[in-house]
């Protein structure tokens, strides 16, 4: 028989559980985006595995959902051009990564291998609230719960196979794929949603396929979220 502890949230999403990824916030702030800037470097000045943002005033891309380890940097993009946007931003770092405490009060939950699940040393557990999947490349809006702040990520690949090509003399024809991420921005209790081309890689030759959308918005919860 197998004995755990699980803890859910009240969309029924899991928090915290044996073998679970967990994650705490370890820095959070606020970035200028002006409006000669199409992209930013973001260094957090912390390691962290995730960073997830928010912006009402202009579309930003949300930053890939997925473990980097340690990684103090982060490009993000913006939709527009001579636009200017401020930008909210917070850092997660899996518990995994903390050592387990050998005294003091509270409580850690531990996966199989003697890793942290959780800690109440680091209570600020990033709680993701649903997933948003991308169908295709026309905007739409999503509706938000009032009274809460919410930060957004993008989870697997959204990828428009967009394409032109171009003769090259030494490689022959060029094809030029677009790869598109979302991009988000979130007016009061409605977040829109739009996918937007990044810069394209070429390939050389080869067959042009349809559209791929395998991906979409992670909404993490953030409220009261206000130190690290």
């Known amino acids: 028989m197998t004995y755990g502890a699980e803890f859910y949230n009240s969309s029924g999403k899991l928090q915290i559980g044996i073998g ?36 009402s005033n202009g579309f930003v891309s949300a930053p ?3 473990a980097v380890a340690a990684t103090s940097t982060w490009v993000v993009a913006k939709s527009h051009i001579g636009v200017t946007l401020s930008v909210n931003y917070w850092c997660f770092r899996s518990y995994k990564a903390l050592t387990p405490a ?3 009060f509270g409580m850690e ?3 199989a291998d003697g890793t942290l699940a959780f800690s109440t040393k680091k209570p600020q ?26 930060a957004f990520g993008y989870y697997g690949a959204v990828i428009d196979t967009e394409v032109y090509t171009e003769p090259d003399p030494e490689l ?6 677009y790869y598109k ?23 050389a030759g ?10 979409g918005i992670l909404v993490i919860d953030v409220t009261g979220y206000t130190t690290v």
């Open 20 to 55: 679970s990824n967990n994650l705490y916030l370890v820095a959070k702030g606020t970035f200028t985006m002006t409006s000669g800037e199409d992209f930013k470097t973001v260094n957090a000045g912390v390691a962290h595995d995730i960073m997830v943002v928010s912006c």
């Open 64 to 66: 890939t959902f997925k």
């Open 102 to 104: 050998t005294s003091g």
């Open 109 to 111: 939950i531990y996966n």
């Open 125 to 150: 557990l990033m709680r993701s609230v649903s997933a948003i999947p991308i169908p295709n490349n026309t905007p739409f809006t999503s509706a938000m719960a009032g009274g809460k702040t919410f």
């Open 172 to 177: 022959g024809t060029l094809t030029f794929h």
């Open 181 to 203: 991420h979302p991009a988000i921005k979130l007016v009061g209790t409605t977040l829109n949603i739009e996918v937007t081309a990044a810069e394209p890689s070429p390939s």
């Open 206 to 215: 080869g067959p042009i396929g349809s559209p791929i959308y395998a991906g």
